[in-house]
């Protein structure tokens, strides 16, 4: 069978995190042309007049919350978004339109844009959210996951043509700054949640000298004058990120999904590539699905609650030789076998085989 040549994609995901430039940028290196619609983009009426007005229905129980007063109406974010993608698939004709699932679009668009090309989806949301990914999946002629539970359980209930696909890195987006210095001993990255909070007031136990970078943080720790102190900002990316990476000597990661702890979760965030990427040393809770891609203790590290957690950053805070070592070696290892041009591989591969016969199991398929 001669193979398909795929020239024009079309992706369709949110502005944050920028997944859709770093797409961009691999489709781009394997000579595939790339339009990108945003999700994420809104009205001004939708933001002023219908978050509110439903807000204060939904509030005084007026209207269930499960309703939305102006779901038919053409500037509603989901309508709103959902025509935006069925123009740009009109206008630009791709020959695959891939969607980052997590974001509502509504079925008669899904089904519209499939019939002018093959319709793939990856699935980056938190494995808990599955079953929305299972209603629709029939929808796409692909299924991507980033949880190896999702693909099982899509293989429980025989869907085909679905696979898994892991979160990868931009090496040029994320990088070593030889000439920057260590200045924090940790710094965390991710939104605020009350186990995160919990976690973060135990680490303050071995050292203050802590940055934190998230929504909510300050607007819930602010009777924790400790804590507070350590907030240094609501987000951060591009280069900032990647400074602040470079100068902390252990990188916090503290999953907040999963259906339970360890073991017992599967997928991988961006977080556990983008900052082995950047020579910067990890330190992160477990996942069954991390140990296919690093051996914990050679490229980072990874703790199995609380207690080791505070016992490691001890540790390796007191031995930067171990600590270099390891994030040298994760370094190494991202930035050669999980970027964006393994992610673009492996949805050509899946494009070749849309048009096969019907898999007898679900694939699973590892960057």
Known sequence: MNKKKLRRVLLAYSSRPPIMDYLESAFGAAGVEVHKVYLDQNTAFDRIVIHY????????????????????HP????????????????????????LIRGISVRQDVLEAVREMAPLMAWWVEKEERVEEAIREIDLFDWYFFMNSSCVERA??????HTSLLVHA????????MPEIGKKHDICFVG????????????VLQTTSNIAIYGGKWKKKCWQNP????????????GEALVRLYNESRIVLNVTNWGFGEGMNRS???MRVLEVPATGAFLLTDDSRDLRAYFEPGKQLAVYADLADCLQQIRFYLAHPQQREAIAAAGEMLVREAYTYRQIVE?????????DQPVLPEAEVVAV
Not at 75 to 98: C, G, K
Not at 169 to 176: E, H, L, N
């Open 53 to 72: 007005v439903n807000k204060y229905l939904h509030s005084l129980r007026l209207m269930p919350k499960s309703q939305n007063l102006f779901q038919a």
């Open 75 to 98: 500037l509603a974010h989901r309508n709103f978004r959902s025509e935006a993608l069925l123009d740009a698939a009109r206008q630009f004709q791709p020959e695959l339109t891939l």
């Open 155 to 160: 293989a429980e209930l025989e869907k085909r």
């Open 169 to 176: 890195v931009d090496p040029g987006c994320f990088y070593r």
């Open 191 to 202: 939104n605020w949640s009350l186990k995160r909070q919990r976690f973060l007031e135990q």
């Open 226 to 237: 400790k804590l507070w102190r350590c907030i240094k900002g609501s987000y951060i990316d």
């Open 267 to 269: 997928g991988v965030n």
């Open 346 to 354: 492996q949805v050509l591969q899946a494009y070749q085989k849309i």
